[in-house]
């Protein structure tokens, strides 16, 4: 069974600074991409940021470019997401989710598509204050 469970949300002010992780546990393999989606009450799951299985390539949103970072972490199948200068706007649930090892690889045109990822965890609320 697998599980995916994520960590490190929580409420900051404005301009601050969280890191979220995320491990996937229970998959048959190793080479899986992995990225983040967030959900702000009343609006739709949008793409954040992802990362290759290798750790090579990485993608964003506009709206995280130059603020945070995808990378994966020590464990296998594991992500992180360091989010600076945090904006109001920035609140939401984020979701870690782990891509099909069968499907395409991750690229520009496919990363925010939601059916590229088989498996999600159950989401951490990220607040920010003014």
């Known amino acids: 069974q697998v599980q995916v469970a994520e960590s490190g949300g929580g409420l900051v002010q404005a301009g601050g600074s969280l890191r979220l992780s995320c491990t996937a546990a229970?998959?048959?393999?190793?080479?899986?991409?992995m990225g983040w989606f967030r959900q702000a009450p009343g609006k739709g799951r949008e793409f954040v940021a992802a990362?290759?299985?290798?750790?090579?390539?990485?993608f964003y949103a506009d709206s995280a470019k130059g603020r945070f970072t995808v990378s994966r972490g020590n464990a296998e199948n594991a992500v992180e997401l360091q989010m600076t200068s945090l904006k109001p706007e920035d609140t939401a649930v984020y979701y870690c989710?782990?891509?099909?090892?069968?499907?395409?690889?991750?690229?520009?045109?496919?990363?925010?598509?939601?059916?590229?990822?088989?498996?999600w965890g159950q989401g951490t609320q990220v607040s920010v204050s003014p």
């Open positions: 229970g998959l048959p393999f190793t080479t899986v991409s």
């Open positions: 990362v290759s299985w290798s750790g090579s390539d990485t």
């Open positions: 989710a782990v891509a099909s090892p069968y499907g395409p690889a991750l690229s520009s045109n496919n990363v925010g598509s939601l059916s590229l990822y088989d498996y």
